[in-house]
């Protein structure tokens, strides 16, 4: 998702909410109404985030930063709600999620199997049609794709509503692997998505970038935090050491840009 909206120099802060209120809701859901209807009013839960902020940035003209800071403090504040609501209900993690997360094919995690076709979807629709066209334009210079006739806000509300979409999918995975629930499951996911799709050469200014690029930086920053893991650095440094990452990378595009 952050690869996606930094295209647009956006940002969506709300992915790590909308992941841990996808996951929520499927596993409590799926003790009351069954695994499949769960499922999807989880993704559905996502859709809705993520047209809320398309419509915020794209037709009220919020910055992206204030709409997803705010759209996820709400959604935070409906899933304490809801959290009360069925705190007696139990919950269930269904055994699919359960097998994609932590299962092996021939030796493969299952997860990899729906990783690779979904990764070369994302980047067949972000290099060779329209709407990843659309992106690069918005980035480059949104006042000169409206001239040349670009609907901005229906850009920004597809983008928007794909990243809530893709955050609610990455929020069921992250629960087959976990395989537990709490308030708080994916946010840490947050910053480590963002430095990511920044170390990939995405640039938080837009206009520059590439879902391949973010997954490059995905598998650097897993490398670096299995470094860690074996230094047995601690989580307040590794989450500082992140921060430092996103700064100096941003710092080098900057002045790459300046010497255009």
């Known amino acids: 998702p952050e690869a996606s909206a930094t295209r647009t120099a956006g940002i969506d802060l709300s992915v790590g909410i909308v992941a841990t209120v996808s996951a929520f809701v499927c596993a409590t859901l799926s003790t009351l109404w069954g695994v499949g209807p769960a499922v999807l009013v989880a993704l559905a839960s996502g859709l809705v985030v993520g047209l809320a902020n398309g419509i915020g940035i794209g037709h009220v003209r919020v910055h992206p930063l204030i709409m997803t800071l705010g ?3 709400i959604a935070t504040g409906c899933l304490q709600v809801y959290q009360r609501l069925v705190i007696n209900a139990g919950s269930e993690i269904p055994g699919f999620l359960v097998a994609l ?3 092996r094919t021939a030796g493969m995690p299952n997860g990899l ?3 690779v076709p979904f990764a070369a979807f994302i980047l067949w629709l972000m290099r060779y049609t329209g709407f990843g066209r659309l992106l690069f334009a918005l980035g480059s210079n949104e006042n000169a794709a409206k001239l040349s006739g670009v609907r901005a806000w229906q850009v920004h509300l597809a983008l928007y509503a794909l990243s809530g979409l893709i955050a609610a999918i990455a929020g069921l995975l992250y ?3 976990i395989r537990q629930t709490s308030l708080s499951l994916a946010n840490p996911l947050l910053l480590p998505s963002v430095a990511a799709a920044v170390i990939g050469g995405t640039s938080i200014f837009g206009g ?3 879902y391949a690029g973010a997954i490059v930086g995905a598998l650097i920053l ?5 470094m860690l893991t074996l230094l047995q650095m601690p989580e307040g ?8 990452i996103i700064l100096a990378v941003t710092a080098i595009h900057v ?3 300046g010497t255009r």
């Open 71 to 73: 759209t996820g403090l």
């Open 101 to 103: 997360g932590t299962g």
């Open 113 to 115: 199997f729906l990783f």
């Open 175 to 177: 629960l087959g692997m």
């Open 208 to 210: 520059r970038g590439s």
């Open 222 to 226: 897993r490398v670096l935090d299995t």
């Open 237 to 244: 440094a590794r989450t500082a050491l992140f921060g430092l």
């Open 255 to 257: 002045r790459i840009a």
